[in-house]
């Protein structure tokens, strides 16, 4: 009867767990697998959101020194986005998949955490998170000064979608919006269904050049910028519009992806 009573608990208690809608915190995204500790392929970008159909075996790791435990979880990705690997092919998808729990929180507290750093500035005091998005909140090292920075997906007071980007400095912070009146490239609503930090290193281009769509390949040296500090990605998957945005000589800039 014990026995038979703890089953039961053990039960109830991986049934809650995978009620519960997690998002994803590994700075570079959440590597995604086919079986625990199997072939990776793909990733999750940070601030998506993963639902978890089952809770596995437990399992560590070593992040920068530093012990991570947790477990391996099997995945229910269809709310989420998963990015595959080069080489991988759709139907890697359609078989069990699995990833670490240890980069993974509650959507709650994800919610918290950036609410209770948003109350720290009066400027967002009118605004609030798009929590409707997929992806609300990223973060990354878009000034280049070392310092990791927070971008917010907010509505105004006019219902418009708005980018808000926290450089934290050393000694305080400052905050740059994008969207409105006063976009620098002219878009009032950042209605992108895809939001994602873009690491340093990554070769930005626009894909799209005098009607023409290109690959990497197609476009000259001149027009890749390689940054040492990380980027910011939007798209509309729907509309196919979208582009790269950075921070470069004093401005934010836009390189079109189509």
């Not at 970008?45 to 089952?54: H, L, M, N, R």
């Not at 980069?103 to 948003?118: A, D, K, M, P």
């Not at 050049?209 to 940054?227: A, F």
Request: include cysteine; glycine fraction near 10%; proline fraction near 3%.
């Amino acid at each position: 009867m014990k026995k038979i009573v703890v089953g039961f608990i053990l039960m109830m208690s991986s049934v809650v767990f995978s009620q519960e809608i997690y998002q994803v915190i590994a700075q570079e995204g959440l590597t995604v697998r086919t079986s625990p500790n199997g072939k990776r392929i793909g990733k999750i970008p940070y601030g998506y959101p993963v639902k978890i159909s089952e809770k596995g075996e437990a399992f560590a790791i070593k992040d920068n020194g530093k012990a991570k435990s947790g477990n391996w979880m099997k995945l229910d990705v269809s709310s989420s986005k998963l990015i595959l690997d080069e080489g991988v092919s759709d139907s890697s998808v359609q078989g069990d998949l699995y990833a670490f729990s240890g980069y993974l929180i509650t959507q709650q507290n994800f919610v918290n955490q950036f609410e209770t750093e948003i109350s720290t500035h009066p400027a967002f005091s009118e605004f609030y998170l798009a929590t409707a998005y997929k992806c609300f909140a990223i973060k990354g090292d878009f000034f280049g000064d070392g310092v990791v920075d927070y971008l917010y997906r907010m509505i105004d007071t006019k219902g418009n979608i708005r980018l808000f980007i926290v450089n934290n400095m050393k000694k305080g912070s400052q905050i740059y919006g994008l969207g409105g009146a006063k976009d620098p490239f002219k878009i009032t609503n950042y209605d992108f269904g895809t939001l994602m930090m873009i690491p340093k290193g990554t070769p930005l281009y626009s894909n799209y050049k005098d009607g023409v769509k290109r690959n990497l390949n197609g476009v000259s040296k001149n027009e890749i910028v390689t940054l040492d500090y990380d980027a910011i990605y939007v798209h509309q998957d729907n509309a196919k519009e979208g582009g790269f945005i950075y921070r470069k000589d004093g401005k934010w800039n836009w390189l079109n992806q189509k």
